[in-house]
């Protein structure tokens, strides 16, 4: 007499196959999710540090001197500095700091009369307490710490504490930033711009 279907232990058996292999791919699905997840936020992340640099080289490329401030001045926590807006029309005066675990920027509107300019450089000593028409601001990045060296006599040193006193700018500046949230393992982002002609 022929067999013509299947016992009941071998259909027990290939339900227990599917299972495990359905429940082997929803790992896989989600270890996948995951990974994109944390992929998509890593790059979130590098996308907002390259706008944060490529801001930063566009302010240092277009610093403006003047005989009333300093183009660049940094008193170890806020770097100010003075450029020339985007029309070229005007000057712009800008604060570089970090403020509760984020790197951030402020921006005064463009200047174009020497009291405003030396109100809008006073504000920006402390930009936190600045009104926001008057200077602007941009949370950029969550960072641990940032540091500013100065190229001088051949090497890299740590950016001198600065008074009003005018002061020539220095040849090159190397930004660091540490503690980068969500960029991954990289302790350390080193940046150096080197100035070209005279502003």
């Known amino acids: 007499m022929r067999r013509t279907g299947l016992t009941l232990i071998e259909v027990l058996v290939a339900l227990l196959v599917m299972a495990v292999m359905a429940l082997m791919s929803r790992l896989v699905i989600d270890g996948m999710l995951r990974s994109q997840a944390v992929a998509q ?6 996308n907002s540090l390259q706008i944060a640099l490529a801001q930063w080289s566009r302010d240092l490329d277009r610093l403006s001197t003047t005989p009333y401030v300093n183009a660049l001045q940094w008193d170890g926590q806020v770097l100010r500095l003075l450029r020339r807006s985007s ?16 790197w951030q920027r402020w921006q005064s509107p463009p200047l174009s009369e020497r009291g405003a300019l030396l ?49 020539d700018l220095p040849a090159g500046l190397r930004l660091q930033l540490r503690g980068l ?9 080193q940046v150096d711009w080197v100035r070209g002609a005279a502003p």
């Open 119 to 167: 109100h809008s450089w006073a504000l920006a000593q402390r930009p936190e307490n600045a009104d926001p028409a008057e200077l602007s601001r941009a949370k950029l990045l969550p960072i641990g710490q940032w540091q500013l060296q100065v190229w001088a006599q051949g090497q890299w040193r740590d950016a001198p504490i600065q008074d009003d006193r005018l002061v």
């Open 87 to 102: 029309n070229e029309e005007a000057l712009v005066v800008v604060a570089w700091s970090a403020r509760g675990g984020q």
């Open 181 to 189: 949230q969500g960029v991954g393992g990289v302790g350390l982002w």
């Open 41 to 46: 936020e890593r790059g979130a992340s590098l």
